[in-house]
């Protein structure tokens, strides 16, 4: 591995642990930090959470967990074209949906609704409260216990009043600095990957197609491109082919301009960096247009297409209605579940009762909510 950059997230100088421990023999602390995240049970859990498609209308199609791997495959690349912290990058980008919801952002909307008097629900914090709170593996302490960069990498943005109640961690967002370079490529690397993998799976249902694509300029150009030099490939390569080109585009965007930010702002440490003002790593002008382009498309064509929206919809009704019965039958709860509400209830009322089944609401699988629903309301009808 090539030398950090001066202003590189260091094991040496990291925040630390909330519960100190003492130093990996064989590894370094962000390499710690991720293993911890792999062999995590949350992590396990996003095979069989939903990307767009409810996890299972295929196995081919993308998931929570193998679009974390791809966010960690992008993040590595930038973060060693620019001299950065590879592990931190990759903890980061593995940990970064481990407080979704089943069924994406359509079971977290729903679930926010249901928690919206009792302080609201969102992935990002859940995600912190899986490696701070949830995880139960360790027999000094609950979560994981991971370093202050890697925690503070996952939580990408927070309200000031949530902030306040986050001590350390909180402080970026009252100040209104940045987190380490490291963070910033995790949160790049997440939008590039789910926006060109959304298309790859969006033209495998059948719910896109090329020609509707070619309305979009990143896609045009490497369709031209790729048609130019193999006029007679078949379909299924020509896609592969398409996604490839479009994500190296975009990374190697990413990485001259963001090279670029950083040379002209020229940080001399990691604090230089989270009070630069803004972000330094982001795409140019163009690259930003474009990428911002294929988003928009894919939210008119794919994400409010009507098979899209009836899955949707279930999921939506799914999800209040575990929330409604849980909140007015208790019992119905697992024994370890109830347990954790008597624990929360004392002093807390019916927000803690809420926040415990925001919980166990948030960890299941795609086909553990739908089972639960048809346990406690009987059978439910498909995702078709």
């Given at each position: 591995m090539a030398r950090l950059?001066?202003?590189?997230?260091?094991?040496?100088t990291s925040r630390g642990r909330s519960f100190p421990e003492p130093k990996p023999a064989y590894r370094t602390q962000y390499q710690r930090d991720r293993d911890r995240i792999i062999h995590c049970a949350a992590f396990r859990r996003l095979e069989y959470k939903t990307q767009v498609f409810v996890n299972h209308e295929g196995d081919m199609f993308r998931t929570r967990l193998t679009h974390s791997i791809e966010v960690a495959q992008i993040g590595r690349t930038v973060a060693r074209a620019l001299n950065l912290n590879e592990d931190l990058t990759e903890a980061i980008c593995l940990a970064h949906d481990l407080g979704h919801t089943p069924?994406?952002?359509?079971?977290?909307?729903?679930?926010?609704?249901?928690m919206r008097k009792?302080?609201?629900?969102?992935?990002?914090?859940q995600s912190l409260r899986v490696v701070d709170v949830l995880e139960e593996r360790y027999a000094e302490f609950s979560g994981l216990n991971l370093t202050f960069e890697t925690r503070e990498g996952i939580l990408k943005h927070c309200s000031r009043a949530k902030a306040r109640a986050l001590g350390d961690l909180g402080k970026r967002f009252l100040k209104k600095q940045q987190p380490s370079l490291e963070a910033q490529i995790a949160?790049?690397?997440?939008?590039?990957?789910?926006?060109?993998?959304?298309?790859?799976?969006?033209?495998?249902?059948?719910?896109?197609?090329?020609g509707q694509l070619s309305a979009c300029s990143l896609f045009d150009t490497q369709l031209r491109a790729v048609r130019s030099r193999w006029p007679d490939l078949p379909e299924r390569?020509?896609?592969?082919?398409?996604?490839?080109?479009?994500?190296d585009y975009l990374v190697s965007d990413l990485v001259r301009h963001s090279g670029e930010r950083i040379a002209a702002r020229a940080p001399k440490n990691i604090e230089d960096v989270r009070k630069?003002?803004?972000?330094?790593?982001?795409?140019?002008?163009?690259a930003t247009r474009l990428q911002l382009e294929l988003k928009r498309f894919l939210n008119r064509h794919l994400y409010k297409h009507y098979r899209v929206q009836r899955m949707s919809h279930k999921?939506?009704?799914?999800?209040?209605?575990?929330?409604?019965?849980?909140?007015g039958n208790g019992r119905l709860l697992p024994h370890d579940v109830q347990e954790r509400i008597m624990e929360a209830g004392r002093g807390t009322g019916g927000a803690g009762r809420a926040r415990i089944i925001a919980d166990y609401i948030a960890g299941m699988t795609d086909r553990y909510a739908i089972a639960e629903f048809e346990r406690v309301m009987g059978p439910?009808?498909?995702?078709?």
């Open positions: 950059a001066r202003y590189a997230a260091s094991p040496a069924f994406g952002h359509t079971g977290q909307d729903a679930l926010n609704e249901c009792y302080g609201g629900f969102e992935h990002n914090l949160n790049v690397a997440d939008e590039i990957a789910y926006t060109n993998h959304d298309v790859d799976d969006g033209l495998r249902a059948g719910l896109l197609t090329i390569r020509l896609i592969h082919e398409l996604v490839r080109r479009m994500i630069a003002g803004r972000s330094l790593i982001g795409l140019g002008a163009e999921a939506k009704r799914i999800v209040r209605t575990l929330f409604a019965e849980f909140m439910a009808r498909g995702f078709d």
